[in-house]
């Protein structure tokens, strides 16, 4: 198992997160794609961590702290953009990204 | 001792002028300011007369530094020599007097407290003015004397009269102001000092002596001249004489004690004190200037009808006749006619008050207003005055504005009603007529006179036997027109039955000072003049007599001709005018000045006498009619009557002019000056436009509008793609980094 | 070529899931089914951390995200459409550039990663590290991670307090 | 220090102003009240504590390297002229706050807020020795100026405000070019310097580049004209009418008492004592241009006061008699020798103190019968006697009455320029003339003669009104009593310019 090998996977949990950003017609399943970017950053990250070694240290676990870090904005994003849906939904009656264009110009 | 007494003098009445001032300011008018001002004059008057004791001719001035910037140093302070000490007297015992005749005469003003501050801050200006001993301090006390003119003038400024008399006087003066100030930058850039005399640095009289010995006085007489270009406008010399006569609109008081004894003798002061800088033909103008006004002002006063009109023109000229003097050279002579013109008039004026003041009480009985200021005419007081009758048509156009309560043609036989007043007023007129020997006038006027004759007769100089003509007609004249006013008074029938009867004496505070002047108008003050060691003439170092002038030696002999002398008089007389002492007969001059004395005094009871002959057959006895003879003469008349045009032609002519000009300035300056600034922006976009209009329509500014258009029609497409949906924001970011990575790869 | 070891195999069967069930988050129409699906995700993520010798990690991953974000999904599912099978409604044009532009990205990425001559070769030697637990605890609460991890729970508080400012009831006077 | 604090202290009172909540009014007029009498004190104690002998500098601070890459530092200090012009712009300040206590109607806050950054900028200005920090502040003044005129302006405001503001950005634009010539001009490259006193010297200095005298003529004109706009001198005035008619009262107090001033100043500072080769160009007294000067404050004084005798309008009018009150200050510094130069900076005080008490008379007045037409009037004197006591105080000092301070400045400018242009000088005392005519006419109208029918509730003028012309009535009559209080803060200064200016004349002939 190579480096390589756990940067694909990174790498295509990657695309069919922006995949599902951009496609999808639901907030919350723009959420789900989120958290699969996530995941697969921090899923490089702790990889690596794990094989690029620093000369002397080479019991460095840098990235796994990289990683809970992001695990914990994972959570506080989750948190926050489930209430800004919410929010949005009592002020739109949907959740769908394409009807909520305030912003139009 | 000299220094605390000056400062009394100085102080005591700007103190009472502060507390009105401040009391002012705090809006709670002090209660007494008559009293304080009264006795403000009264210390001051106490203090000159203990400088008299300690008075020396030629003293050391008392100055401090007053400015000094790297080597040039202005110094301010007095100088106190004989002729100062007799003006401190003059001003403050006229100043006192007119104050208590005030508390009389202004009672019941609704600015009496006012009236009394402006007296003090007048008393203080000319006070200053007297004892400074440089020029500028004589400027700063000459302004201000203006400035209290000016508020004493208007101090009934609800007139419309009064307003515009009073900035009148200060224009007109200010313009002969003008030019004393010329004059004094001249000195100053050749002297670079203000101060006239001696004191810790040379004075203006020493260093233009050792200056100027070499003979170029063509600079310095025109200094001489401009500075006193100065007296022509204080002094209202002809052609700057108009506003004294307007100037009456301000109460009576204040005409006795500004525009009759003080203020206006300023100019004749300054003049003397310039003594000594004058030179042959600064001298000749002076003269001249005196000796054109003395005429002109008195037969002006011929004609008038205004009792206050009359003594101002009378007043205008005696002080042409004191010029006369001092550009004659006759310096004791000018000075002495100052100050017992300054008596006599004084009284004339108050005099002339407390008869307005007799027919005012009536007024504000009758009419129930401020009796002072009814500018309209009162025709049926004019309907049965016989000598109105000639005047009417001209009435209308200048008479029309006396007030009914100076009018002469309203008085008559007030000579039992007011008994005060019309001998102490017929002393001062026996006085100014120059009655002889009792009587201070003739010997003032006996002594220009004299001094000018002698002066024609010493340079054998045409100039000064005109000058001499002038004066002697001036005299006749004056004698006629001053028992005119007498006699249309006091004598014949009351005019004005109704007026008539309210006429009353005035109260013992108007009579007292009436009294104390009358004494004052006999020779009391005479002998300080003659004192050969008190008043010492400065001398002339500058003054050259003509080439033709000379001392012809049968003139010794001289005064065989005309063999009388008066109680020696006139020796004592012409050794002054030469400088000697009594009894010294030195020289020609002597004998030439002795004789000239004899045929000036011989002339002068003349042409006085006849005079009061003249007057007492027109306007008493009726003899000759006046109206006759003003038909006979119309132009003459007219011209009189007119007061030569004057005032026609400074209103028609120079003040319109100025107006005008400044109209002309003003709309230069929006049309003009600000028309370029606006027409900047103007010309670039309209005038600019008009010659290269194509160029600047179709090009520049089709590449303005073609941007503008495209800058529009872009930002109406771009905004489309603010769709406002964040997915295509993304589509557009995440597309954005692919694209932009694959480009830099690919390169 | 490597030999095919057991755990060479786990391996990929651990990649296989994570990668399959990702698809799946992304493809389903039922969101219901997406977040299982997403659930699954999460746990062949926490796999791989395994193979990383990341065990800590690995809980985490699970009780964080399997046990609160993705109930926290399921929540809002719930909150906002009342029901549970909410369908998923695509734009086929969308989904043709989307699919294009993560295509893109993908090989993008890819080429990247086969391009990149430091990161090739490099094997997991299979050494066993001791367990990370106290080493991160130490650099958390005592070494130099100790300042980003006080941000960090600041940085929660502040969701938190945000989260329930927003998602509360405004109230109109 | 103490320079630097009384400075920035009206600055301090702005960031205070602009901290209180808008509604409370009273309590930011109080604030900004102390902000401005700090400086007074500060001002009065500098007054007292100057060195009179020595003419250099004092109370400096600095310099501290401000942009380093152009050597541009913070430098203030003062010597006599700047001293007495700032003592005059603190006691303005305080007035000013004072005079609009009741008639600024909206924006207090604002308005305070700017009035206190202008009075920083006016204040920097006159201690300033850095010339680019001396630029600052003069363009610093501007844009307070700009929006209190704008904003709080009467009907035509907007055009008034901007023709100020670009007539004022016209002169600097060219001040900036020769400010920016000067620099390049200092030295090589890094030693260049913006330091006042230094160029000073270095412009003296025979062979310097900077003493070059056609290059100093160039420079002369760029600052003339930069001051000219301010001063302002025919033809660059128009401004001044206009943004004085529309500019509140308070702002045409300081319009009037202290921006003008900056004009002066300048010329004083940077263009007779930096450039006095330049100066020596236009004003020794040959031919057209030689006589330029000269030319120049003539022709203010007389169009001025011949401009003054033809408005109606009240504040218009003394907006022209400023321009001819001005004029004799130029004429003064024309004639370069000691009695115009300090003729001129006097007349630059006192015209600050004189024309500060005729706009806030004309405030008064305004403030009441609200407009401000001299025909409209009439008879005042007897219903307010008060107000008319102390316009006329004003009036006379204005026309230059001896024995109050108009006529010491007025009277040493002319005699001084007598020496050097004697037919202008005598040309120019019609201006004398015409400015009695003009008070004397406008007294008349105003306050003399009947009473106006309409005017006879009028309140006479109340207790705060009073109290802001007080100081300047005192200051009026002190220093027409004893002008040498005054005169010896800057004789020492006055005479070093002299000796330099007489020095170049001397060496042309």
Redesign the interface.
């Known amino acids: 198992m190579t480096l390589q090998h756990y940067l694909v996977i990174s790498a295509i949990l990657f695309s069919l997160g922006i995949f599902a950003v951009l496609t999808r017609k639901n907030a919350i399943s723009i959420l789900m794609g989120i958290e699969l970017i996530l995941n697969s950053c921090n899923l490089n990250f702790v990889a690596f961590s794990r094989f690029v070694s620093i000369p002397d240290n080479p019991n460095n676990i840098d990235g796994q702290i990289i990683a809970i870090f992001g695990i914990v904005l994972a959570a506080a994003e989750a948190a926050v953009f489930l209430a800004i849906i919410l929010a949005i939904y009592r002020e739109f009656g949907s959740i769908r990204p394409d009807e909520v264009d305030t912003l139009k110009g | 001792m000299v220094v605390p007494l000056i400062s009394i003098i100085l102080l005591a009445p700007l103190v009472a002028f502060a507390i009105f001032a401040l009391s002012g300011i705090a809006k709670r008018t002090f209660p007494r300011q008559d009293l304080l001002s009264t006795a403000a004059m009264l210390i001051a008057l106490i203090c000159s007369f203990i400088l008299l004791r300690d008075v020396v001719p030629e003293p050391e001035p008392l100055a401090v530094d007053w400015i000094s910037i790297g080597e040039i140093t202005i110094s301010m302070g007095f100088y106190l020599d004989s002729v100062t000490v007799i003006m401190l007297i003059v001003v403050t015992l006229v100043s006192s007097l007119v104050h208590i005749f005030s508390i009389g005469y202004m009672h019941g003003d609704p600015r009496y407290p006012r009236f009394f501050a402006y007296l003090s801050l007048f008393s203080f200006s000319m006070l200053f003015l007297v004892v400074s001993d440089n020029l500028l301090g004589i400027y700063i006390g000459w302004e201000l004397v203006g400035l209290c003119s000016y508020l004493l003038i208007g101090f009934w400024f609800e007139k419309n009269s009064a307003a515009n008399a009073c900035k009148k006087a200060f224009l007109t003066t200010r313009v002969g102001d003008i030019g004393m100030f010329i004059g004094m930058m001249m000195l100053f850039t050749k002297f670079k000092t203000f101060s006239l005399f001696d004191g810790a640095q040379d004075g203006i009289f020493t260093r233009a002596a050792a200056e100027l010995a070499t003979g170029d006085i063509v600079w310095l007489s025109i200094a001489g001249i401009l500075i006193f270009c100065g007296a022509i406008g204080k002094s209202a010399q002809v052609p700057l004489h108009t506003w004294l006569p307007d100037a009456m609109e301000g109460p009576t008081p204040v005409s006795a004690l500004i525009h009759a004894a003080t203020m206006v003798a300023a100019g004749v002061y300054l003049t003397a004190r310039m003594f000594p800088i004058l030179t042959f033909p600064s001298s000749l103008v002076i003269a001249y200037v005196g000796g054109i006004t003395a005429i002109v002002a008195a037969t002006i006063a011929i004609v008038r009808f205004d009792i206050k009109r009359v003594l101002a023109y009378s007043t205008v000229s005696q002080l042409g006749y004191m010029m006369l003097a001092i550009g004659a050279g006759s310096y004791v002579a000018g000075l002495f006619h100052l100050t017992t013109h300054a008596f006599f008039k004084a009284l004339l004026f108050l005099g002339s008050g407390s008869v307005i003041h007799a027919f005012h009480a009536m007024h504000s009985h009758s009419q129930h207003t401020h009796g002072h200021d009814e500018a309209h005419a009162d025709d049926e007081a004019h309907e049965h005055d016989d000598l109105s009758l000639v005047h009417e048509n001209l009435v209308h156009e200048h008479g029309s504005e006396i007030p009914p309560d100076q009018d002469m043609r309203n008085m008559g036989g007030l000579r039992q009603k007011m008994p005060i007043t019309f001998i102490t007023m017929l002393i001062a007129t026996l006085s100014i007529s120059g009655v002889p020997f009792i009587f201070s006038g003739f010997w003032s006027k006996d002594k220009i006179l004299a001094g000018v004759l002698g002066r024609a007769m010493e340079w054998n100089s045409i100039h000064h036997y005109i000058l001499f003509g002038l004066a002697l007609c001036a005299a006749f004249i004056t004698a006629f027109y001053m028992f005119r006013l007498i006699f249309m008074t006091f004598f014949g029938e009351p005019r004005n039955k109704e007026m008539h009867n309210m006429a009353h004496e005035s109260p013992w505070v108007m009579a007292a000072p009436l009294i104390i002047l009358a004494v004052l108008s006999f020779p009391v003050v005479n002998t300080i003049w003659f004192n050969k060691d008190y008043v010492i003439p400065p001398k002339q170092p500058h003054l050259h007599a003509p080439q033709h002038a000379s001392v012809s030696p049968d003139t010794k002999t001289g005064d065989a001709k005309f063999g009388f002398s008066f109680f020696g008089v006139s020796e004592a007389q012409a050794a002054d005018e030469v400088g000697g002492k009594n009894g010294e007969k030195a020289d020609a001059a002597y004998y030439i000045y002795k004789r000239a004395h004899n045929i000036a005094m011989a002339l002068s009871i003349f042409v006085a006498g006849l005079g009061i002959l003249l007057s007492w057959l027109f306007y008493h006895r009726r003899r000759f009619s006046a109206e006759s003879v003003a038909t006979t003469f119309r132009p003459v008349y007219n011209l009189f009557w007119h007061k030569y045009y004057f005032d026609e032609f400074y209103d028609g002519v120079l003040v319109a002019l100025t107006v005008w000009k400044s109209r002309l300035f003003a709309r230069f300056d929006l049309s003009v000056i600000d028309g370029i600034v606006n027409g900047v922006g103007f010309a670039t976009r309209r005038v600019f436009a008009a010659i290269i209009g194509y160029f600047d329509r179709r090009v520049v500014d089709g590449i303005v509008n073609r941007v503008a258009e495209v800058t529009w029609a872009a930002g109406g497409r771009i905004r489309r793609i603010q769709t406002g949906a964040i997915q295509t924001y993304l589509f557009v970011v995440i597309g954005g980094i692919v694209l932009i990575i694959l480009i830099f790869r690919a390169l | 070529m490597e030999e095919l070891s057991l755990k060479t195999f786990v391996f990929y069967g651990f990649a296989l899931i994570t990668i399959a069930s990702a698809f799946a988050v992304v493809s389903v129409r039922n969101i219901v089914h997406a977040a299982f699906a997403l659930m699954v995700t999460l746990f062949g993520v926490a796999g791989l951390y395994v193979f990383l010798q990341a065990d800590f990690l690995a809980a985490t991953q699970v009780i964080v995200y399997v046990g609160g974000i993705l109930v926290l999904i399921l929540f809002g599912v719930m909150m906002t459409s009342g029901r549970l099978e909410m369908r998923i409604h695509i734009q086929r044009g969308q989904l043709l550039l989307g699919g294009g532009i993560s295509l893109a990205l993908l090989m993008l990425l890819l080429t990247v990663i086969a391009n990149t001559p430091k990161w090739e070769n490099l094997t997991d030697d299979g050494t066993q590290l001791q367990p990370t637990t106290e080493r991160i605890g130490k650099l958390i609460l005592d070494g130099k991670f100790l300042l980003p991890f006080e941000v960090a729970s600041v940085l929660l508080l502040v969701a938190l307090i945000g989260a329930a400012l927003i998602s509360r009831k405004e109230i109109r006077d | 220090m103490l320079l630097s604090l009384m400075i920035f202290v009206p600055l301090i009172g702005m960031i205070v102003v602009l901290l209180l909540p808008r509604e409370s009014e009273e309590m930011i007029k109080r604030v900004a009240l102390v902000f401005t009498l700090v400086p007074l004190i500060i001002a009065v104690y500098l007054f007292i504590d100057y060195d009179r002998t020595i003419a250099g500098k004092q109370f400096r601070h600095g310099p501290v390297p401000w942009i380093e890459a152009f050597n541009i530092q913070y430098f203030v200090g003062i010597d006599g002229l700047s001293v007495t012009l700032m003592l005059l712009t603190a006691l303005l300040g305080p007035i000013c706050v004072l005079a609009s206590w009741r008639n600024i109607d909206k924006g207090i806050k604002a308005y305070m807020a700017l009035f206190l950054l202008l009075e920083t900028g006016m204040l920097g200005f006159f201690a300033a020795l850095d010339l680019f920090l001396f630029f600052v502040f003069f363009e610093l003044t501007l844009l307070p100026m700009y929006f209190l005129i704008g904003v709080w302006g009467g009907p035509r405001r907007e055009y008034a405000a901007i023709?100020f503001f670009l007539?004022t950005l016209f002169g600097s634009v060219l001040m900036l070019v020769a400010l920016i010539a000067v620099y390049l001009k200092s030295g090589d490259p890094g030693a260049r310097t913006f330091e006042i006193p230094e160029l000073i010297r270095l412009a003296s200095d025979p062979g310097h580049a900077l003493a070059d005298s056609t290059f100093q003529m160039w420079v002369f004109i760029g600052f003339f004209i930069g001051f000219a706009v301010k001063v302002p001198i025919?033809?660059f005035?128009?401004?001044l009418p206009d943004a004085h008619v529309e500019a509140p009262t308070a702002i045409s107090v300081i319009l009037a008492g202290v921006l003008l001033k900056m004009g002066t100043y300048g010329l004083v500072r940077i263009n007779m004592d930096m450039f006095p080769e330049g100066m020596a160009v236009f004003a020794n007294g040959d031919g057209i241009v030689g006589n330029s000067l000269a030319i120049l404050g003539f022709v203010n004084i007389v169009?001025g006061s011949?401009?003054?005798?033809?408005?109606t309008d009240f504040k218009k009018l003394v907006a022209y008699s400023s321009i001819g009150h001005m004029g004799f200050v130029i004429l003064g510094l024309a004639a370069g020798n000691?009695?115009g130069i300090?003729g001129a900076i006097l007349q630059m005080f006192n015209h600050g103190v004189i024309s500060a008490m005729l706009f806030l008379l004309v405030g008064v007045l305004y403030d009441r019968a609200h407009h401000r037409e001299i025909n409209g009037f009439g008879?005042l004197?007897?219903r307010m006697?008060?107000y008319t006591?102390?316009t006329?105080l004003a009036f006379?000092a204005s026309l230059g009455?001896?024995?109050l301070s108009g006529?010491i400045g007025e009277?040493f400018s002319?005699?001084g320029a007598?020496?050097s242009f004697?037919m202008l000088?005598?040309l120019s005392?019609?201006g004398?003339?015409?400015g009695?005519?003009?008070f004397?006419?406008t007294?008349?109208r105003v306050?003399?003669?009947?009473?106006n029918p309409k005017y006879e509730e009028l309140p006479?003028i109340n207790g705060r009104e009073?109290l802001t012309l007080?100081p300047l009535g005192i200051l009026v009559i002190v220093l027409g009593i004893?002008?040498?209080f005054a005169?010896e803060m800057f004789?020492e200064s006055?005479?070093n310019l002299?000796t330099k200016m007489s020095g170049i004349l001397q060496a042309g002939l």
Do not use: R
């Open positions: 023709k007539y025919f033809p005035h128009t401004w169009y011949f401009c003054a005798l033809a408005q000691e009695l300090t008879g004197g007897s006697p008060v006591g102390i006329t006379m009455l001896p024995g006529f009277a002319l005699i007598f020496e004697p000088t005598i005392t019609i004398i003339v015409v009695a005519a003009y004397l006419w007294l008349q306050f003399l003669g009947t009473l006479e009073i007080v004893w002008p040498h005169i004789s006055v005479v002299t």
